[in-house]
């Protein structure tokens, strides 16, 4: 299993907000991140306005912005045509053994 992307993380994280998920040790669990990474990640994501940190009382919350939003629907929109064309696509590829060739 490799490793992911900086892009998967970021998604993963935007997810884990839309999903209800707005305190950050819940978005540290779903996005299964250390609170290190966590930190990292979110403060990326607040400086280039997809997401928007608020303070709740003494609770700190994230939430989507309207630019967050719309990034996890194109991701959305890109996964659900990837899985569409794998539907399309054969599954596995003949091997050359069972081509007939004529001489």
Known sequence: MSRR???????DILK???EGRHKPTHIMYRANLTWKRLKK???????HGLLVEENNGETKVFNLTSDGKELIW????????ILQTKKTMPSK????????FQK
Request: hydrophobic residues 40%; negative net charge; aromatic residues 16%.
């Open 74 to 81: 194109y991701q959305m929109k890109i996964e659900r045509e």
């Open 93 to 100: 590829v003949c091997p050359l053994t069972c081509l007939s």
């Open 5 to 11: 992307s900086q892009f998967e993380i970021y998604i």
């Open 16 to 18: 884990a907000v839309s």
């Open 41 to 47: 990640y979110t403060e990326f994501l607040v400086a």
